[in-house]
C-alpha cells in the first residue's frame, strides 16, 4: 500500500490532506481505500493488481462488521484503475 501511496504522490495525486484524488471533484481518504483494497495491494503473491482490482473484491465494512463482495466497477473506482494503470501507477 505504502509503494501505491508513493506512486500517487510522485504523480500528484495525493492532497495536502493525504487524501487520495481521484478527479478534480472527488477524493477518497487513505484509510477508507484501505479498507477497500488494502487486501491486494499488501499482498505480495498478487502481481497484477490492475487484474485484481478489475475481477471481484470483498472488505469487512459496517457495525457490526461483515463481509462485503463485490466490484471496483459497481463501487465506481474502475475508470481511476484503468487511468492509473495508464499512467503506470498500477
Known amino acids: 500500500m505504502n509503494d ?8 500528484g495525486l495525493i492532497d495536502s490532506n493525504g487524501n487520495i484524488i481521484l478527479d478534480e471533484n472527488q477524493c477518497v481518504e487513505q484509510q477508507t481505500f484501505t479498507i ?6 499488501n499482498d505480495p503473491s498478487i502481481t497484477d493488481k490492475y487484474v485484481a ?3 471481484e473484491i470483498s472488505f469487512q465494512w459496517g457495525d457490526p462488521q461483515q463481509i462485503i463482495t463485490t466490484t471496483s466497477e459497481s463501487m465506481g473506482y474502475q ?10 501507477i498500477i
Open 4 to 11: 501505491l501511496i508513493s506512486r500517487l504522490e510522485t504523480n
Open 36 to 41: 477497500f483494497f488494502g487486501d491486494i495491494f
Open 53 to 55: 482490482l478489475s475481477g
Open 79 to 88: 475508470q481511476f484503475f484503468d487511468q492509473w494503470h495508464q499512467l503506470g
